[in-house]
């Protein structure tokens, strides 16, 4: 029901992924334009079924998405593939907004 992707290299905004997602049968889009290009997204089959809690691109290589759907929160990201040390830094600050997720607080956590 649910899809997360990254390297979304062919898609320049929103709308043009909406479609793509509406053309593959689902109904939930969110885009986040990376600045590297290398740009991540997240599909949901139904239509309001998710809301989009927050975006950021500051201290990412390709940013991040956090989607809610019902009682789920989804982290969308692409890793930097540059060096181990950026990566850990990464992913300590999405496991401090799982953590944040879990906790309640709201998008101004990112």
């Known amino acids: 029901d649910y899809a ?3 390297e ?3 898609f320049a905004n929103q709308s043009e992924f909406e479609a ?3 053309r593959h049968g689902f109904g939930g889009a969110f ?18 079924a998710c809301s ?13 998405l ?6 789920s929160t989804f982290l969308v990201t ?3 593939p540059f060096d181990a040390a950026s990566r850990a830094h990464e992913a300590t600050k999405i496991a401090r907004m799982a953590w944040d997720a879990v ?5 101004d956590a990112l």
């Open 20 to 22: 793509w997602g509406w």
């Open 66 to 71: 956090r989607v809610r759907c019902g009682s």
């Open 78 to 80: 692409h890793l930097t």
């Open 103 to 107: 906790r309640g607080r709201g998008p």
């Open 8 to 10: 979304l290299n062919g």
């Open 4 to 6: 997360s992707l990254n």
């Open 31 to 48: 885009f986040l334009p990376a600045p590297s290009g290398f740009h991540v997204g997240f599909l949901a089959r139904a239509a309001g």
């Open 52 to 64: 989009l809690e927050a975006r950021a691109t500051q201290g990412f290589a390709h940013g991040v």
